[in-house]
């Protein structure tokens, strides 16, 4: 399976400040990435579809010019949170979908904590 | 549409007796099915898989589950349960079409000593 990495693991930031979260696929390119949240002991919501050289998908209720994501190459994803707030304290996993198995490799998370 | 649902949000089992974890799912299409385990904090590790072929799937760990197309249910199973299996559990079905996937809310496993 795939190998899927996510930096920084842990971030704690400011309110008001922007925090970027990185998510590669070690092994093989993707030109497909989706990014995760996930709240305290609850399941993982999609935030949006990340896709190499054209624009991120996003889910109903999702702000994009919040959460900007970039594909900026086929191993390379990044989620951006603007202007953070506390209530943008989560969990953020990034997955790259697995070619021609229907399954969807992880990465181990970031914790993002907004002060 | 697609769904998914677990039917527990927790379950506790005592170690070495036999544990189940629930999940039924609803699909338009052929699914394909999945079951996640997350330890606190930690990131996502996949316990087995269902892509059309045996309807018994083995996964590691000990754990296994069944296809039943009748009952549209894709429940988890382990013979023995152990301490280490204390985390929550996630059923998945993956709509194909778009690579996107759906989750159930999960369910905390506990294993009492």
């Known amino acids: 399976g795939a190998v899927v990495s996510q930096h920084p693991s842990r971030v704690i930031c400011k309110s008001g400040t922007s925090v970027k979260i990185e998510c590669r696929s070690l092994d093989f390119q993707a030109t497909t990435m989706f990014w995760y949240r996930q709240f305290p002991k609850k399941s993982l919501m999609l935030m949006a579809t990340?896709?190499?050289?054209?624009?991120?998908?996003?889910e109903q209720g999702v702000e994009k010019d919040k959460f900007l994501i970039n594909h900026a190459s086929l191993t390379l994803s990044t989620l951006t949170v603007t202007s953070a707030h506390p209530e943008d304290s989560s969990f953020y996993i990034c997955?790259?979908?697995?070619?021609?198995?229907?399954?969807?490799?992880f990465g181990p998370g970031t914790r993002l904590t907004v002060t | 549409a697609q769904s998914v649902t677990q039917l527990d949000s927790h379950v506790s089992v005592s170690e070495g007796t036999p544990v189940l974890l629930r999940c039924n799912y609803s699909s338009s299409y052929s699914p394909s099915l999945f079951w996640y385990v997350q330890h606190p904090n930690k990131g996502l590790q996949l316990l087995l898989k269902y892509t059309s072929a045996a309807t018994l799937v083995k996964g590691i760990n000990g754990f296994e589950a069944e296809f039943k197309k009748s009952e549209t249910s894709f429940h988890l199973t382990k013979p023995s349960a152990h301490m280490s299996d204390a985390a929550e559990y996630f059923c998945v079905v993956s709509v194909n079409r778009d690579d996107k996937i759906i989750f159930g809310k999960g369910t905390r496993l506990h294993i009492l000593p």
């Open positions: 990340s896709n190499e050289g054209s624009k991120a998908t996003y």
């Open positions: 997955s790259v979908p697995g070619r021609g198995s229907y399954e969807q490799y």
